[in-house]
């Protein structure tokens, strides 16, 4: 029987996105080499980039190409060019296009410390060692989607609105998770103001049932803000809405040190995306200095969720772990314990160098 052969979906977007992608791509060359599975690319556009040469942020092309695909690896988009276009327009509005058209209502975001970097956080050794949680974020539905919508001369209004079908799935999901992992769900809401958040919570008790062994909680975002902050190892499973999760994963990043470290699943439908949690990061884009890990990770991410290739998936949280600990570093984790600073180019050869061995 011949190799098994992977269609890949490659969406680099604007500011670093192609650098980390490049990284990304030749980390996944590599591992596919070692492990004997064979991976084919075809590129989208998306975002910014999808605006200058096609006058829109998503194009059809990019819709449809997508879903022929096993699964797809996306960098980033947005940048200051782009900033001043009308609302539909804009390189996000393409991105929640693309989420909402391919159905990946679910979206992992972990967030874990590697030990390597223990200092780089800005928070306490003692508060952040041994971190490792999982914010699960609804991500097709809640007020980025919520129709009506409208800024007005005198009024602007967005909506926040949750079926009991979207809550359901994306709870499902969550306890899923958690049966896997330390069978604790904290479910963040906003239950003591609005009426969404009291039904979300309600629907995630009703789910709760089906999985007896797995202990839920509830609490309130703004307590959740300040909770993984001040004791982040009290969570395993964080189970939020869309806009909650945006704000939460954001946070629960600079207790691993750098934003640049951590990637994230989008899966629900039939074809997963899989991104870093950053952004496009205009300012450093074009010098070589972004953080590639979080795109790898993404990789990592990518080869165990969608294609099953656990093994390869190891390999490269393995070769992650070992260039941190060799204290190879991007400027971005740079002040603490590196030996040397490295581009973005050669943390991708090195790590694609280990992933071989
Ligand atoms: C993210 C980003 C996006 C979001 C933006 C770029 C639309 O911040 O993936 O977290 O808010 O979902
Ligand atoms: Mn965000």
């Given at each position: 029987?011949?190799?098994?052969?992977y269609k890949?979906?490659?969406?680099?977007g604007?500011?670093i996105?192609?650098?980390?992608i490049?990284?990304a791509?030749k980390?996944?060359?590599a591992?596919?080499t070692k492990?004997?599975?064979?991976v084919?690319?075809?590129?989208?556009?998306?975002?910014g980039?999808?605006i200058?040469?096609?006058?829109?942020?998503?194009p059809?092309?990019?819709?449809?190409?997508v879903?022929k695909?096993?699964?797809?690896?996306?960098?980033?988009?947005?940048?200051?060019?782009?900033?001043?276009?009308e609302?539909?327009?804009?390189p996000?509005?393409?991105?929640?296009?693309?989420r909402?058209?391919?159905g990946?209502?679910?979206?992992?975001?972990?967030?874990m410390?590697y030990d390597e970097?223990?200092n780089?956080s800005t928070?306490k050794?003692s508060v952040i060692?041994?971190v490792?949680?999982?914010?699960?974020?609804?991500?097709?539905?809640?007020?980025y989607?919520g129709?009506p919508?409208?800024?007005l001369?005198?009024k602007?209004?967005n909506?926040?609105?949750?079926?009991?079908?979207?809550?359901?799935?994306?709870?499902?999901?969550?306890?899923?998770?958690?049966?896997k992992?330390?069978k604790r769900?904290?479910s963040?809401?906003?239950a003591?103001?609005?009426?969404?958040s009291q039904?979300?919570r309600?629907?995630?008790?009703?789910v709760a049932k089906d999985?007896?062994?797995?202990?839920?909680t509830h609490?309130?975002?703004?307590n959740?803000?300040?909770q993984l902050?001040?004791?982040?190892?009290q969570?395993?499973?964080?189970l939020?809405?869309?806009i909650f999760?945006?704000i939460l994963?954001?946070?629960?990043?600079m207790?691993?040190?750098?934003i640049?470290?951590l990637p994230s699943?989008s899966t629900g439908?039939?074809?997963?995306l899989f991104e870093?949690i950053?952004?496009s990061?205009?300012d450093?884009a074009g010098?070589g200095i972004?953080?590639p890990l979080?795109t790898?990770?993404?990789?990592?991410?990518m080869?165990k969720?969608a294609l099953g290739?656990?093994?390869?998936?190891?390999?490269?949280?393995?070769a992650i772990?070992?260039?941190?600990?060799?204290g190879?570093?991007?400027?971005?984790i740079?002040?603490?314990?590196a030996?040397?600073?490295?581009?973005t180019?050669e943390?991708?050869?090195?790590?694609?160098?280990?992933v071989?061995?």
């Amino acid at each position: 029987m011949g190799n098994k052969i992977y269609k890949i979906g490659i969406i680099k977007g604007d500011g670093i996105g192609p650098e980390i992608i490049e990284e990304a791509v030749k980390v996944l060359d590599a591992v596919s080499t070692k492990m004997n599975f064979e991976v084919n690319y075809e590129e989208f556009l998306l975002g910014g980039i999808a605006i200058d040469e096609t006058g829109v942020p998503l194009p059809d092309e990019t819709i449809k190409g997508v879903q022929k695909c096993d699964a797809v690896l996306f960098g980033a988009i947005g940048g200051p060019k782009w900033d001043n276009l009308e609302r539909h327009l804009r390189p996000e509005t393409g991105l929640l296009g693309l989420r909402k058209a391919m159905g990946t209502y679910a979206n992992l975001r972990p967030a874990m410390v590697y030990d390597e970097l223990i200092n780089a956080s800005t928070l306490k050794p003692s508060v952040i060692q041994g971190v490792d949680l999982m914010v699960v974020r609804e991500l097709t539905g809640g007020i980025y989607f919520g129709e009506p919508r409208e800024n007005l001369e005198d009024k602007a209004y967005n909506t926040m609105i949750y079926t009991r079908e979207e809550v359901v799935r994306i709870a499902k999901v969550a306890f899923d998770i958690a049966m896997k992992r330390d069978k604790r769900v904290c479910s963040v809401d906003k239950a003591n103001v609005l009426e969404v958040s009291q039904f979300w919570r309600d629907i995630v008790e009703d789910v709760a049932k089906d999985y007896p062994e797995v202990e839920l909680t509830h609490m309130y975002v703004d307590n959740a803000a300040m909770q993984l902050i001040r004791e982040p190892k009290q969570f395993d499973v964080i189970l939020t809405g869309n806009i909650f999760g945006d704000i939460l994963s954001d946070a629960a990043s600079m207790l691993s040190g750098s934003i640049g470290l951590l990637p994230s699943a989008s899966t629900g439908n039939k074809v997963g995306l899989f991104e870093p949690i950053h952004g496009s990061a205009p300012d450093i884009a074009g010098q070589g200095i972004a953080n590639p890990l979080a795109t790898i990770s993404s990789v990592s991410m990518m080869l165990k969720y969608a294609l099953g290739e656990d093994e390869a998936s190891q390999r490269i949280d393995d070769a992650i772990h070992k260039v941190l600990s060799e204290g190879y570093r991007t400027g971005d984790i740079s002040a603490y314990d590196a030996k040397e600073v490295c581009a973005t180019s050669e943390i991708g050869s090195l790590i694609a160098d280990y992933v071989s061995r």
